[in-house]
């Protein structure tokens, strides 16, 4: 037991898996530090904003107009030959403003009895041989560092994550694991509708997509992910000012957002002695669109439900943690998975393929529900319309076991 | 150890410290310390891997990497 620590837990970033993990861990009453490199939460934004249906995201956070930019009722996909896929669906999902998002999150963990520290960074583990207690922190601030002990250590420090590194669970990303991004907001753009837009092909996106998100009327974030491995010498800015200019030629552009959005496959063990891993830390984004906000809150409370269980047991060993592990594969590590291989598949098809591919998918029956693509039934059609990918699908099953 | 003090550059009016290059960086030679990148020379190899990722074209490897 660690004597004279002042919290059980610290949680390391305060992003949506963060804050959520910090306030349910609050709420089975234990202490809990949470700590957030940068002087605000949620600033500068580093996404592109959109979430799924309400009914998913009340779980975590009530929507207000506040928080929500816009609604999204339908999609458009318009693949490399110009063909557009449209549909509509009611209330899919909403764009938010992040920034007020995440502030929301993290108040909510404050009023749960969390403490926050912003400007204060983790610069390493605390380790007793394999067992991790805790972090040793800088103040940022004052430059000064400290020990900060605790009995369970959380990474949710994002995309650039070092904390699972630390304890063994994540080397760094390869470079196609990955989009590297860029996005500006928009005014004075012409939207169809509140669709949420995807563009495909390797003039506009190599290796990734465009989008197009509706955020107001005549104002949308409008922006680029590509694979570095197929980027040909230019950069996500340069692809980004291709599209703007094929997109929104005559919108002003209001707010640039560049990032690394992780569209790894889901780590394998995301637990060890005294530590869990949770949201993009941990490559619980989806990696098909990289969205991961939703991923993010559900990978939280898993986490948080585990290592509340194995504080009240009275040991945060890696076995008692990797409940939370088992909990993640079982559930929402499955469709992890699936979107996994299916973007291994459709992120590798040329343009023509690409375009083909598409039309036999619109053909294929029930290959959505209320919430989006259906990610096996996509991958079942997409090696049904052309054989050759089963060898492909069944490659990268096989030697798809994760190297982590 | 790097003997050679070959070491990745960063342009720092084109780096917006978004951590892509942190996230790839094999040898934790980038660090995104609050709203700073810091790079420890030492750690560099250079590898090449973060100035690939990079989306503004912040960063140069030695050697045309």
């Known amino acids: 037991m660690t004597v004279n620590s002042r919290f059980d837990v610290i949680v390391i970033g305060a992003g949506p898996a963060g804050s959520r993990t910090a306030a349910q861990i609050a709420r089975s009453a234990r202490r809990v530090l949470l700590l957030e490199k940068r002087p605000r939460v949620g600033y500068p934004v580093r996404c592109a904003e959109a979430v799924g249906p309400r009914e998913d995201v009340e779980r975590y956070l009530p929507l207000d107009d506040r928080l929500v930019s816009s609604p999204i009722n339908g999609f458009l996909i318009v693949v490399p030959d110009g063909t557009r896929f449209q549909r509509e669906m009611p209330g899919i999902g909403f764009v938010v403003d992040r920034e007020l998002f995440d502030q929301r999150l993290a108040a909510d963990a404050v009023s749960a009895g969390v403490e926050l ?3 204060h960074q983790a610069m390493g583990l605390i380790r007793e041989g394999t067992q991790v207690r805790g972090a040793r922190v800088k103040d940022l601030a004052s430059g000064s560092e400290y020990d900060e002990r ?6 949710a420090d994002g995309v650039e994550s070092l904390s699972p590194r630390w304890a063994g669970l994540k080397k760094s990303l390869r470079p196609d694991e990955l989009f590297s991004c860029a996005e500006e907001l928009i005014e004075g753009i012409d939207l169809p509708g509140t669709f949420i837009e995807f563009h495909l092909g390797r003039s506009f996106a190599p290796g990734g997509y465009a989008w197009v998100f509706p955020k107001g009327t005549g104002r949308a974030n409008v922006g680029v992910g590509i694979n570095p491995l197929r980027a040909d010498g230019k950069t996500a800015v340069e692809y980004l000012n291709a599209f703007i200019a094929h ?5 002003k552009r209001t707010r640039l957002v560049i990032g690394g ?3 790894a496959r889901g780590l394998s063990a995301l637990a060890a002695g005294g530590f869990v891993a949770v949201g993009e830390a941990a490559n619980q984004s989806n990696p098909f669109s990289g969205g991961g906000i939703i991923n993010a809150l559900e990978g939280a409370d898993m986490a948080a439900s585990a290592v509340a269980a194995a504080l009240s047991r009275g040991s ?10 088992r909990e993640w594969r079982r559930t929402v590590g499955k469709s992890n998975d699936a979107f996994y291989h299916a973007a291994r598949i459709f ?3 040329s343009d023509e393929e690409m375009s083909r591919m598409a039309r036999e998918l619109s053909r294929v029956p029930g290959l959505f529900d209320e919430k989006g693509i259906k990610p096996l039934r996509m991958v079942r059609a997409l090696v049904a319309a052309r054989p050759r990918l089963l060898i492909q699908f069944a490659g990268s099953r ?4 994760s190297r982590r | 150890m790097n003997d050679s003090h070959d070491c990745i550059t960063v342009d720092r009016e084109t780096c917006v410290v978004c951590g892509a290059c942190a996230a790839v960086c094999p040898a934790e030679a980038l660090v995104v310390e609050g709203l700073a990148l810091v790079v420890v020379p030492e750690r560099c190899r250079p590898c090449g891997t973060a100035a690939l990722v990079c989306p503004t074209g912040a960063l140069a490897c030695p050697g045309g990497k």
Do not use: D, F, I, Q
């Open chain 1, 117 to 119: 520290r912003t400007g």
């Open chain 1, 316 to 325: 945060a060993s890696a076995k008692n943690l990797g409940a939370y592990t």
């Open chain 1, 347 to 349: 992120y590798g098809l």
């Open chain 1, 150 to 155: 605790a009995e369970v250590t959380v990474g």
């Open chain 1, 261 to 263: 959005c992780s569209v």
């Open chain 1, 247 to 251: 997109r929104a030629p005559g919108g």
């Open chain 1, 398 to 401: 096989l030697g798809g076991k």
